[in-house]
């Protein structure tokens, strides 16, 4: 059963550059920021009620993230949507002969169970499968510790504001800057 829309994923040349309107013109709120190492990318969450914005950056030039941006440039990449239940979702839709990205759910941004539908099956927009585990915590806050050490040792070059927003994780050491409140 879909729940609701959990987020819409925008791909972006610089995290810093995009902030500058979603968050500094649009008044949205950073909440979160992680490098997710499976898909070479920098990703920074904004909510918005319950569902967030996702700016999505790569890092690396051979990922697929890299490619779509080096294609299409910057832009909405794909919207996710929390199930219940990701397996008995996958099994359903495998029946009625969808296509999928990842038969099984793998483990994507903020820690989260995910599996993609492909757009051939979807009228062109990438659909990402999302269901929340009771790990998902401590994996968003280990990747977000893990990026902040990186940055602040000099080992990784970051934007002022994504700086900021990391060093302010660290002194807080305080997990209510990077647990999803809904
Ligand atoms: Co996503």
């Not at 791909?11 to 968050?23: G, K, N, Q």
């Not at 569902?51 to 440039?73: C, F, H, M, W």
């Not at 038969?103 to 903020?110: L, M, R, S, V, Y």
Request: aromatic share 4%; charged share 25%; with cysteine.
């Amino acid at each position: 059963m879909i729940k609701r829309i959990d987020h819409i994923a925008i791909v972006v040349e610089d995290i810093d550059t995009a902030l500058s309107f979603w968050r500094d013109t649009l008044g949205l709120e950073l909440s979160h920021v992680e490098e997710v190492p499976d898909q070479q990318s920098l990703v920074a969450f904004l909510p918005t009620g319950v569902s967030e914005v996702e700016l999505v950056k790569p890092i690396t030039n051979d990922s697929g993230i890299a490619r779509y941006l080096q294609k299409k440039g910057p832009g909405v990449h794909h919207i996710c949507f929390e199930v219940d239940n990701i397996d008995e979702t996958l099994s359903t839709l495998k029946m009625k002969n969808v296509r999928l990205i990842n038969e099984t759910p793998i483990f994507g941004t903020a820690g989260k169970k995910i599996a993609f539908i492909h757009p051939q099956s979807t009228h062109g927009v990438l659909v990402e499968l999302y269901e929340l585990t009771p790990i998902e915590p401590q994996i968003r806050m280990q990747r977000a510790v893990s990026l902040a050490d990186k940055v602040l040792s000099g080992s990784q070059v970051m934007g002022a504001a994504t700086i900021a927003f990391l060093k302010a994780l660290k002194n807080n050491g305080d997990e209510k800057n990077i647990v999803k409140k809904n």
